[in-house]
């Protein structure tokens, strides 16, 4: 097996075994490459986003309407429970969409007292468009993993991820 180059974070723990020996800094290499990975990948993902004219917190919106089926409306409950971001940060979000006529709000047939957040058609075409770009990308960005390391780390990833969730 032929010996893997080094990286940034291996420069890093080799600094920190030389300065302090009598410390563990493997787990410091595995949330120091988890954090710049998630770094390089979220600028990947923003990029292309940004020519579908979204960002990723407003496409996590539309596409979480998109997957969740016709007629593509969830109350704002709901896409609380889906995107894990507070009420507050959830209501900024949908407001901004609203104004870009991407989604609207309408009463609740169930119950008139609450509104259900919609895809407006300019919302369906956005994310429909959006997302296929993404799901390319996502391909793009794993090109170097085979099959069964794709398995093999998603695997561990969902393994890690358990204990926080």
Request: aromatic fraction near 4%; proline fraction near 3%; avoid cysteine.
């Amino acid at each position: 097996m032929a010996e893997e180059k080094q990286d940034h974070v291996d420069r890093i723990l080799a600094q920190w075994r030389r300065e302090r020996p009598d410390l563990d800094v493997e787990p410091m290499g595995i949330l120091g490459r988890l954090k710049r990975l998630g770094t390089h990948l979220g600028r990947e993902v923003e990029a292309v986003l940004v020519q579908h004219g979204l960002s990723t917190s407003a496409f996590d919106v539309l596409a979480t309407l998109r997957r969740s089926g016709n007629p593509y409306r969830l109350s704002p409950g709901e896409l609380l429970e889906m995107t894990m971001v507070s009420s507050g940060t959830m209501t900024n979000r949908i407001d901004q969409l609203e104004k870009a006529g991407f989604v609207e709000r309408i009463l609740n047939p169930g119950d008139r007292r609450s509104v259900l957040i919609a895809l407006t058609d300019k919302g369906f075409a956005t994310v429909e468009e959006a997302v296929g770009a993404h799901v390319a990308n996502q391909q793009q960005l794993t090109r170097n993993l085979t099959a069964e390391d794709k398995a093999e780390f998603d695997r561990l990833l969902k393994k890690f991820l358990s204990d926080f969730e």
